[in-house]
């Protein structure tokens, strides 16, 4: 068998996909084995894509690899292709490890186990098909395809508000991918051709105030997804309600697809428009941190805590984008990554948390660190995690984030400094939120409210094992972050360079503006 | 001699090891780990041993002349940035590996027999090696990045052991204040590193220093912005040596066990705010109005530590205050400029310090024998008194150090804080006086401290005493929770609970008299009494070793030929010099004499007829009061506006929109006719309009 040629992406979308369907037909009542068939699909799977990318991928290389292409709808040009470059290759990984992780962590669900386990790996395919589609269509079907799990998930599993959190959830995205839809489409039939493929698209050259709408429009939709401040109060809500390995998915995986998106899309795609957007980028990136990480100290609701922290450390993702420098940009794709393996982390232990003292609220909880002096410490260490602790994952990306964008050339010295001066604040915020929760569930003497009525049994293997397996890849990176920023580093390369190009042009625009009458009457003509 | 650079790096990772192996055990086998007791416990200390001997060996063949030493391996790039990770091996390197490795072998010595009945106690040698790992790590750090990694390590550890006893209230609002307060610091730190890196391009303590003077010799860089940027970069140390304003979680961190608060609340971490402004000084000496904030801030944390350690009663808290004064000393001189008498000052007092620290903690091991594991009773001064003949190695062990602090010769503090008050003197008068002043409170403090808790009669059986500091302690807690938010009865019964900590304790107390400590806690005394009377020795002023092997870098010292005594030394100037200090520490000995151990003053009346002042100082200048109701409760204010703001206005726009939908849509339903064909030419409108619109403008 010729290992080049094989159809290894399509393999690793499509074969959770399948068993899933089989599901239904594996005779089990009590779901023990289903999880079971479920965890070993996840870790085959696992190890397909490990394999295939070991043997296949060449870091070296910034542009698309184990690419394949097969029609399949000639009437709509609508193609079957897929690939990895720099910038999904890692995010590929990430989610078959924090999926595989997820139906482990999806051990004690015992309502309709059939049903979750088809819906989990069901996500499993779906997710990875967004990273990896490489035609605008398809990017779009699968984006809207992968909603329905979710909402499901949400809507049987979820807390006592789960309806009203999934409908926000599906209402919120299907509305912002209406956006992509319009914006695909009006760049597919830009110009003489008609293409959805990605780098074709990308070969075309769009007018700038077509950019700038496409930007705005594909911006929307992102900053639902990822999410960017006003566009995030769907998230608190989908988290709040969600059980903790769906958590685990929400906040390993799907808010990385929006900052994938935007950086895919409209950082490669629309590097003239990026110019424009990039300040704004900055300040929504700087409200994010500083408004949730605020909204975040205040709130009682642990997983609605947890949930707003997250969003306060996308904003470092934004920022890094809008460095339009390598190491910004290699900042914030480190940022997705880690915070894809803290925020599962953290939510899974909230999740083990819940388990044992059925309340989420701050107030009900207090000093339970005696009776569960595993989970007190593991907490301990994800929060550490989070609160970008040297020597953890976090820490190099804010850190990447800071000096790249300090670094920058895009910005004056003023911009720059109230940027990182307010960005740094965030630093002082995440430790005073993340440590009074702390001190809030597990720190001074007994609720003997909660012990009396709830037996606090400490962690078992199974979930110290899950903790272990991601808090080994986030001080590995803490310690030696070349082991992730070396997958993408060719890739973010080329990235800045054409948005470097793109800012130059408008340096140079700025300077005489004859030049861009001139370049914008052909752009009339064309269309 | 190559070979033991080569394998420098063991030093930092031979007690990381050790932590990390614990951790596992304790993660995945904690009660089998738990019962190792001894095993683990020597298992450490030998790993910190051979760290030590280590470092002793890289002192020697520092001595020796060997050059520095570098060692770097890229640690992330992206693109053509490069950022390098290693270790140098420098002549401060090499005393603060000594200083540090020698003090935390001590101090973990003397941890078992200070935490012999605690259930923590392998949880508390896996912290301790962490901490001593990251201590050494940020020591042998050869550029910005990784101190600040480092330094964030020790915060962490120190945040850890703060709140080792996590089920006291107490220990819980510390660790998280010490933490929070630190990253304040570490706030400017990080954002003077991205200023100097952005102006300098680098992270080299060296390069940056020659790079920004250039700048600024060219006008590239204003002075003004330089000062700045250096500014930022000192409130690091701020925080971490906890000067003033960021002074305000040591003295909370006291909560933390006492070997904690020897080993990095008084010798080792809390120092690193003074080693980091030695490593950035080749950058500071070129901003001059940087060097004199950083003076005038450590002079003024001097004095403002000195004047509250007057009043404090808990023996822990005293020597806190104490820390604090003395670190400002450290800041003060090398802001004047005097590099080599900051570290000798630093160096001192890590040693008498730790001694004074793991003596307060015998005492208190004494004193819980009588009136039980309550930090309210054990700790407090008024309670003590006589225990000199109940524990005689610990007394002489204290006094000793209570002289080196007060700077009688020729114990070790008085040859290095003489050395600073004469460096400060050159550089400005007005700073010397605030130094000058300090040292006879100092004497003073630290003598009434030594009277009160070993001489005289022993208080221990008191119940007057006891019930009083019970209800001020009540009183205290009343403030905190709100005047009327509880009963204080209902308070009385729950408190002795809360606050003996772990009930594994045991009722093996209440004897009626204290008794000396086992000898794991005795010998580090002794063997922290011998630097202590005799490390000042290296660096007295007509053969100052210590400076002509701990310089600047640029700076070129002659080296000294051995015990003789340099022809132009100016006799006369060392004798004024150094009498009016020790006389001014005289003057405070006496007084702590005629007022805590002949009782000719009664210190009430004086504290009566000072009452303002007597208050100022017991209530910490009120700068606790004033944090709390602008930083924590204005924080705290504005995060509930903000989450209201996300709730009702953000949010809530949403739900308005959502009803408003429902509402049209019930209209909406009679335009629909679910023809697909209606719904695509509504897509394909919105596409040409938008494809058009972009083609016109």
């Known amino acids: ?527 | 001699m190559e070979f033991i650079y080569q394998y420098a790096w063991l030093i930092p990772v031979l007690p990381l090891l050790g932590a990390m192996l614990l951790g596992l055990g304790l993660i995945s086998y904690g009660k089998a780990t738990t019962q190792f007791r001894s095993l683990s416990a020597t298992f450490i200390v030998s790993l910190i041993g051979a760290a030590m001997v280590f470092s002793f060996a890289l002192l020697w063949s520092q001595l020796q002349g060997h050059p520095t030493y570098t060692r770097m391996i890229e640690w992330a790039s992206a693109g053509d940035f490069h950022l390098n990770m290693g270790y140098t091996i420098d002549h401060l390197t090499a005393v603060m590996l000594v200083i540090v490795t020698t003090v935390a072998f001590l101090v973990m010595v003397y941890t078992d027999g200070y935490m012999a009945h605690d259930p923590g106690y392998v949880r508390f040698y896996a912290y301790l090696s962490l901490f001593s790992s990251s201590m050494l790590g940020l020591v042998i750090s050869p550029n910005l990045v990784q101190i600040y990694i480092f330094w964030e390590l020790v915060g962490m550890c120190s945040y850890l052991l703060i709140g080792f006893w996590y089920d006291r209230k107490a220990a819980a609002d510390a660790c998280q204040k010490a933490f929070v307060t630190n990253r304040v610091g570490d706030f400017g730190l990080l954002l003077g590193i991205l200023a100097l890196y952005w102006a300098t391009g680098s992270f080299e303590f060296e390069v940056i220093g020659d790079r920004l003077q250039s700048l600024i010799e060219s006008g590239a860089l204003s002075s003004g912005l330089a000062a700045f940027f250096a500014i930022l970069v000192f409130l690091g140390p701020v925080a971490k040596s906890a000067q003033f304003p960021l002074h305000v979680w040591l003295p909370d961190a006291m909560e933390g066990p006492t070997p904690i608060s020897a080993l990095i609340h008084a010798a080792t971490m809390v120092a690193a705010g003074v080693f980091l402004i030695a490593r950035m000084f080749p950058v500071f000496e070129h901003v001059p109005s940087a060097m004199s904030v950083i003076a005038w801030t450590g002079a003024f944390t001097a004095f403002l530590g000195a004047s509250i350690a007057i009043t404090q009663n808990d023996i822990k808290k005293g020597l806190a205050y104490s820390t604090m004064s003395q670190l400002g000393y450290m800041v003060m001189a090398m802001g004047a400029g005097a590099y080599g008498a900051g570290l000798f000052h630093l160096m001192t007092h890590a040693y008498f310090k730790a001694m004074l620290f793991l003596g307060s903690g015998s005492v208190i091991h004494g004193m819980e024998a009588v009136v039980g594991h309550d930090p309210v009773l054990a700790q407090d001064m008024r309670l003590m008194g006589g225990l000199r003949k109940y524990m005689p190695v610990t007394a002489v062990t204290f006094l000793i150090g209570t002289l080196a602090i007060s700077g009688i010769p020729p114990f070790a503090g008085f040859w290095s804080k003489d050395e600073i008050l004469g460096a400060s003197f050159a550089a400005n008068p007005a700073l010397w006086l605030v130094g000058f002043l300090t040292a006879g409170i100092t004497a003073f403090y630290m003598f009434r401290m030594y009277f009160s808790t070993f001489e005289g009669a022993f208080r221990g059986g008191n119940a007057a005493i006891k019930q009083q500091l019970k209800t001020e302690q009540l009183q205290r807690m009343g403030l905190a929770f709100g005047p009327g938010a509880m009963n204080p009865q209902e308070l009385m019964a729950e408190a002795p609970d809360e606050l003996h900590g772990s009930d594994d304790h045991g009722d093996h107390h209440h004897s009626e008299f204290p008794h000396e400590s086992p000898a794991t806690m005795t010998l580090p005394l002794i063997a922290l009494a011998i630097p202590s009377i005799l490390i000042g020795l290296v660096g007295t002023p007509f053969a100052n070793y210590f400076e002509a092997f701990v310089h600047p870098p640029g700076e070129v010292v002659e080296a000294l030929p051995p015990l003789e005594i340099p022809a132009d030394f100016e006799w006369g100037e060392f004798l004024i010099m150094g009498g009016s200090s020790v006389g001014i520490g005289l003057i405070g000995i006496t007084l702590a004499v005629m007022m805590y151990l002949t009782h000719r003053i009664d210190p009430a009346a004086i504290a009566k007829q000072i009452q303002p002042l007597y208050q100022l100082s017991l209530n910490k200048w009120y700068i606790d009061d004033i944090y709390d109701r602008v930083f924590i409760r204005g924080s705290r204010r504005l995060a509930r506006q903000v989450m209201e703001v996300d709730l009702r206005i953000v949010d809530g726009v949403v739900n308005l929109a959502g009803f408003i939908t429902l509402v049209t849509g019930e209209g909406l339903k009679y335009l629909e006719n679910g023809r697909a064909q209606f719904y695509a030419l509504i897509v394909f409108g919105a596409v040409l309009s938008l494809v058009l619109l972009s083609g016109i403008t």
């Open chain 1, 1 to 527: 068998m010729n290992t080049a040629n094989f159809p290894w992406l399509t393999t690793v979308i499509l074969f959770p996909i399948v068993a899933s369907l089989l599901i239904p037909f594996i005779p089990d009542k009590e779901g023990k084995t289903i999880r079971w068939y479920a965890l070993i699909i996840g870790l085959i799977d696992f190890a397909i894509l490990s394999y295939a990318f070991y043997t296949q991928y060449d870091l070296s290389n910034p542009g698309m690899q184990l690419v394949e292409s097969y029609t399949w709808v000639p009437s709509l040009d609508l193609k079957w292709s897929v690939g990895a470059d720099g910038l999904s290759m890692p995010l590929i990984l990430l989610t078959g490890f924090i999926s595989t992780l997820a139906i482990l962590a999806s051990w004690p669900v015992t309502l309709k186990p059939k049903l979750f386990y088809f819906l989990m790996l069901a996500m499993y395919g779906g997710q990875i098909g967004v990273f990896a589609v490489q035609d605008m269509l398809l990017f779009f079907l699968m984006w809207e395809l992968e909603l329905i799990p979710v909402y499901l998930l949400l809507s049987i599993w979820g807390g006592k508000k789960r309806l009203y959190a999934a409908t926000k959830f599906i209402l919120y995205t299907a509305g912002g991918s209406l956006f992509i839809l319009v914006a695909a489409l009006a760049m597919a039939f830009y110009g003489d051709t008609v293409t959805f493929d990605m780098r074709s698209l990308m070969a075309k050259d769009f007018p700038l105030q077509f950019q700038l709408l496409t930007y705005a429009a594909f911006l929307i939709a992102y900053a639902v997804k990822l999410p960017i401040f006003p566009l995030h109060t769907w998230l608190p809500d989908a988290h709040g309600e969600a059980t903790a390995p769906v958590h685990m998915l929400l906040a390993g995986i799907l808010l990385k697809m929006g900052g994938y998106a935007l950086i895919r899309m409209n950082v490669e795609m629309l590097p003239d428009a990026h110019v424009y957007f990039a300040p704004i980028l900055v300040i929504l990136g700087v409200v994010n941190i500083i408004y949730a990480a605020l909204t975040s100290f205040a709130q009682r609701n642990l997983k609605r805590k947890i949930a707003y922290s997250s969003i306060s450390h996308m904003g470092f993702v934004l920022i890094g984008m809008a460095s339009f420098t390598n190491l910004g940009l290699s900042g914030a794709m480190l940022q997705m990554v880690s915070h894809g393996l803290i925020g599962a982390s953290l939510f899974f232990l909230v999740g083990a948390t819940y388990d044992r003292t059925h309340t989420l609220i701050l107030d009900e909880m207090g000093g339970v660190g005696k009776q569960m002096p595993k989970i007190f410490a593991m907490f301990t260490a994800c929060s550490l995690a989070s609160l970008a602790l040297p020597g953890m994952s976090g820490f190099v990306a804010e850190l990447m984030v800071f000096v790249g964008f300090a670094t920058s050339d895009a910005y004056s010295f003023t911009f720059k400094l109230i940027t990182i001066v307010l960005a740094a604040v965030g630093v002082i915020l995440t430790p005073i939120y993340l440590l009074s929760m702390l001190r809030e569930i597990f720190y001074g003497p007994e609720n003997k409210e909660l012990t009396s009525h709830e037996v606090l049994v400490d962690a078992e293997p199974r979930e110290v094992f899950i903790i272990a397996c991601l808090l080994i890849p986030i001080i590995g990176i803490g310690f030696y972050p070349k082991l992730i920023t070396q997958l993408y580093d060719s890739k973010t390369l080329q990235i800045t360079d054409s948005v470097q190009n793109s800012l130059t042009t408008r340096e140079e625009r700025k300077a005489n503006p004859e030049v861009l009458q001139a370049e914008r009457s052909p752009a009339i003509g064309e269309s």
